[in-house]
């Protein structure tokens, strides 16, 4: 049995963590079948068995492996047909292109998504989010959302992929593999919770549809927050 | 015959141009000897075997190659062994790196140099250099330059790429390749200008020292303005 245990809201159907995303596009790629087992952010006790405290986590029968792109680089090893991140420099280049885009992605969506993520989350969450958060940005929440800005950062950081989507199908070129979906986890957390901090029918808004089409095609329509 | 068209300052000696250092370092890379042509800005006649009229060209033989991604594939499918871009995916992730580094790296770099580019220039290409950025810039050369501006940006641009080279020698892994080349040649850019906008004995500046020492002890000390 394969298990993916992700965070979810107060609704167990909203799953809108970005690494959790990563994961489950990356389990399509693969044509593997999985039980999703949610998880509020403070139910850690199921994650014991992998010896730290954050989803994802896969459980691929007595395998057990935490952190997204070490699950992708699990999942290359264990089922190398449809590699994600490939062999050698190919899968080198996969992770710097994630240290690279996660720092100029990431921030500005968290930016604007963490008055929503406090909407969303269970009450039982709430204390906990916010003093971990605090805690990793050094400051309040309140001082660090900031939508506007953000938008306006993320605007600036989609331009090299924007102008690379204008020419090419998926990041990865003529097929979707890792790097389209280590990326697309972090929209995936915006659409989810119910925002598209990105342009119409640009050419990031058209791959993001192409791979979110894709996924409801095989596992119906995404839950988003209202 | 290998000839490499570039660009120098009105000292012959003072090679540049970021673009012209990456392909320097791909041909070394390779282990190909070539002579170099250094044109100033508005030489543009001796480029014209390249349909185009921009550095660098690379005159192998017959074949008249320009661009440095370019270059870099042409190199790739003509001495196939020790592989820059190499094949497939990997290359598709290192032209998406380029592309992504390209913004967050050379643009803080232009704040930076560009005072210092006009200082080592021909007298008969200032006026071509003014033009043509301004032109691309959309704004005045002095409306645009801004020296602690764009060190902040830059520290910042840098941030992922420390990050990486804290756990790995080279940016594609244990041994340099293409996308070493790609963004050391912006180093090299601010290097040769007399600068060094990035901190002393960080992990990127141990990367480029090791890349510079590497290419001095083949060719020699690298002329910087002074």
Redesign the interface.
């Known amino acids: 049995m394969r298990e993916l245990y992700e965070l979810c809201g107060s609704d167990p159907q909203l799953l809108f963590s970005p690494y959790c995303w990563r994961v489950r596009l990356a389990l399509q790629h693969k044509g593997l079948d999985f039980e999703s087992r949610p998880l509020i952010f403070t139910d850690k006790a199921p994650l014991a068995c992998s010896g730290q405290t954050l989803v994802p986590v896969l459980r691929d029968g007595e395998q057990v492996v935490h952190d997204s792109v070490a699950i992708f680089a699990y999942l290359d090893r264990t089922y190398p047909a449809n590699?994600l991140l490939?062999d050698?420099?190919?899968a080198?280049?996969?992770r710097?292109?994630e240290?690279?885009?996660?720092?100029?992605v990431r921030m500005p969506l968290l930016k604007i998504l963490l008055p929503r993520v406090q909407g969303v989350i269970a009450a039982a969450d709430q204390a906990y989010f916010r003093s971990s958060r605090e805690k990793a940005l050094g400051m309040s929440l309140e001082a660090f959302a900031d939508p506007q800005a953000g938008e306006e950062a993320l605007r600036k950081a989609l331009?090299?992929?924007e102008?690379?989507l204008a020419e090419?199908t998926y990041?990865?070129?003529e097929s979707s593999?890792g790097?389209d979906y280590l990326v697309a986890g972090l929209l995936f957390w915006a659409w989810c919770l119910g925002t598209q901090p990105w342009a119409d029918d640009s050419a990031v808004d058209r791959w993001f549809r192409r791979l979110l089409a894709r996924y409801e095609a095989q596992y119906g329509p995404v839950q988003r927050a209202l």
Chains 1, 2 share one sequence.
Request: charged residues 10%.
């Open positions: 590699p490939g050698g420099v190919a080198t280049r996969a710097l292109l240290k690279v885009l996660f720092q100029s331009q090299p992929l102008a690379w090419s990041l990865d070129g593999a790097s």
